[in-house]
């Protein structure tokens, strides 16, 4: 579901915006999109890198996958890890399935 927020931008920042507008072939509304996600995108892989957002999670809200989040995190040069006690509950479940 989309919402509508009216948002005020700097008069300066527009002749960017219209630049990139134009060399894309697309409208202002799209650039902004893009922009925002942008940054969405990088603060999200921030709140994974820290351990105070899973990549499942994050991998929701962006609509990707998670081994699509690995690669935009390993892009920037971030590794997303899973912490011990994650990794310990995955052995401990992938012995329980290979004892079955």
Known sequence: MAIVYPLKLEEKIMPIIDLKSKEEHT???IVLKQLIYQSLE???IGLCASGRLSIGK???ILD???YD???KARKKGIKLTASEEQMEKSRKLLEKLSNN
């Open 27 to 29: 409208n202002k509304a």
């Open 64 to 66: 990707v996958s998670i």
């Open 58 to 60: 994050a991998a929701e």
């Open 42 to 44: 990088e603060y999200i």
């Open 69 to 71: 989040m690995h690669e």
